[in-house]
């Protein structure tokens, strides 16, 4: 069965400091890979997306994200973070074989220090 | 363009009570979905459904009814609520399937006392 793994459930960086939030996945083929991120009350938006091709995909708000077969990642990167990243980002994984089953990770609070 | 609603925010039952979460979006979405999120354990797909008169389960269905008349609607039915079922509920929608972009409702707090 597929699943999601984020290893780190809270991290604090400093404003303008980089940030990368680990995703690890796990799934006998390549499968959807997407980021979400949750801001306190609200539902969730969709950072960005890995369906094939370029490894290194660019999303919303700055984010970009890479995919490494070879270590089944797809870690979220900013080189910048601003206060109004803090919130919930949450890797999720949609199943090659039916693209009606959809499975998030734990989720990674982060917070950012002024 | 109101995206997907919900409603109602927030809910107190007491256990055995009935209810439904109703969920409506105006974007003629094809793909809707409930899931619950609960702490450190993300959010996990309860039912989801392809159209109208299509539903199905997904990862933790049980204890919850679905159905789906119109493309706009889904509404998600407590039969009989359970502590288990403290949760936030959120609906999706998306233009075909879950790899589609799925945007998401406000959600619902639930409490079962």
């Known amino acids: 069965a597929q699943s999601v793994t984020q290893p780190d459930i809270h991290i604090t960086v400093s404003e303008g400091a980089s940030l990368e939030l680990r995703c690890n996945y796990s799934?006998?083929?390549?499968?959807?890979l997407f980021w979400y991120v949750q801001s306190p009350g609200q539902g969730l938006q969709l950072l960005l997306k890995y369906f094939s091709g370029d490894t290194l995909v660019q999303g919303i708000k700055g984010f970009e994200a890479e995919f490494k077969r070879s270590q089944s990642s797809f870690n979220l990167r900013k080189p910048s973070v601003h206060w109004s990243d803090a919130a919930e980002y949450f890797c999720a994984v949609g199943a090659v074989y039916n693209f009606n089953k959809f499975y998030f990770g734990s989720g990674t609070k982060l917070n950012v220090k002024p | 363009n109101a995206g997907v609603t919900q409603t109602p925010k927030f809910q107190v039952l007491k256990t055995g009570q009935s209810m439904t979460l109703q969920c409506a979006q105006d974007m003629n979405h094809e793909y809707m979905s409930w899931y619950r999120q609960d702490p450190g354990m993300g959010l996990r797909l309860i039912h989801y459904?392809?159209?109208?008169?299509?539903?199905d389960q997904g990862e933790v269905p049980n204890g919850y009814n679905v159905s789906r008349s119109t493309t706009e609607d889904f509404p998600l039915r407590l039969l009989s609520a359970a502590p288990s079922q403290t949760s936030v509920y959120f609906c999706a929608s998306s233009r075909q399937t879950s790899t589609d972009t799925q945007y998401f409702g406000p959600g619902t707090r639930l409490t079962v006392l």
């Open positions: 799934y006998g083929a390549t499968p959807y």
């Open positions: 459904s392809v159209g109208a008169g299509i539903t």
